[in-house]
């Protein structure tokens, strides 16, 4: 799956996709984990690539990635109407879940890193109670300063990972991994947002059905009103999409010269 990757890379204004599910997604980490070879993963919303659309830094962020997870229904519409086939939604959330299982069965030593004092090592605790054999490698809050990092980075250094959970929230957490991964010795980082928030109980996810329908970010956006800023990116990812997919029509049918 790690050379697939490639085969499997596509672009929405310039920003890198895989056209990964959620087997594909753990497939490529157990690669890497197998292979020892460095690579974060970004899971993508449609904020996020409004952003890099923008943003040519950020855009590298993601472009640098080893692999890019369409997290959101945004980033879908969006792809389905450049003509981009993606097969479905991998959310951070729901990578982060089926990793530790994966972790569990593997033998894989989890690092989770990020969210307030005390919420990783809550998360590390749920996680344990569903996978009683998953190997916690270790935990830290998120909240330091840019002198603190060196000594973040050699705490999970010696812990010894091989998956390092990155929850400081988008974009800090993407370049904190293109920053630091080249030398903390772990092959996979994964950028997972608010998801320990979620896991350590602090903050309850989107009933199920709203889940299967796509309106997960209605549900946040009502329980937490700053990210009412995040769903206003949305419609002009559409009609981003929507002039991208006209002006190829238009290249398309105008004359050959
Ligand atoms: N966070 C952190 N350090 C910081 C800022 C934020 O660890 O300096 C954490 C915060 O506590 C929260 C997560 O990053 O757990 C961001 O969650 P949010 O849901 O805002 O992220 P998103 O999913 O929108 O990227």
């Known amino acids: 799956m790690t050379a697939g990757a490639a085969a499997l890379r596509r672009e ?21 984990v197998r292979e020892r070879r460095p690579g974060y993963v970004v899971t993508l919303n449609g904020a996020l690539l409004v952003q890099a659309a923008h943003d040519a830094v950020l855009r590298e962020l993601v472009n640098d990635a080893g692999l890019v997870t369409p997290d959101g229904v945004g980033v879908l519409v969006a792809a389905r109407i450049l003509g981009v086939r993606l097969p ?10 089926a990793l530790c299982g994966e972790a569990e069965r593997e033998g894989y030593r ?5 969210g307030e004092p005390g919420v990783a090592a809550r998360a590390a605790d749920a996680l344990r109670a569903r996978h009683p054999g998953l190997l916690i490698a270790g935990v830290r809050h998120g909240y330091f300063a840019p002198e603190e990092e060196p000594a973040v980075v050699e705490a999970i250094r010696q812990a010894r990972p091989d998956v390092l959970l990155v929850a400081l929230g988008a974009p800090r ?7 630091w991964l080249p030398v903390l010795r772990v092959p996979v980082a994964i950028g997972v947002g ?3 928030d979620v896991l350590a109980g602090r903050v309850p996810r ?13 549900w946040r956006a009502a329980r937490e009103p ?26 398309d049918s105008s004359p050959q010269a």
């Open 194 to 196: 608010g998801s320990l």
């Open 12 to 32: 929405l204004f310039g920003t890198q996709v895989h056209a990964v599910g959620m087997a594909g997604a753990l497939a490529w980490v157990r690669a890497r």
């Open 110 to 114: 989890v690092f989770l890193l990020g």
């Open 226 to 251: 700053r990210r009412w800023a995040v769903v206003r990116t949305i419609p002009p990812l559409f009609f981003m999409a929507l002039r991208e997919r006209l002006r190829r029509g238009r290249l």
């Open 173 to 179: 957490q993407e370049r904190w991994m293109q920053r």
């Open 88 to 97: 479905e939604r991998v959310a951070g959330i729901d990578l982060a879940i």
């Open 206 to 218: 989107a009933p199920a059905w709203m889940q299967r329908v796509g309106l997960e970010w209605l």
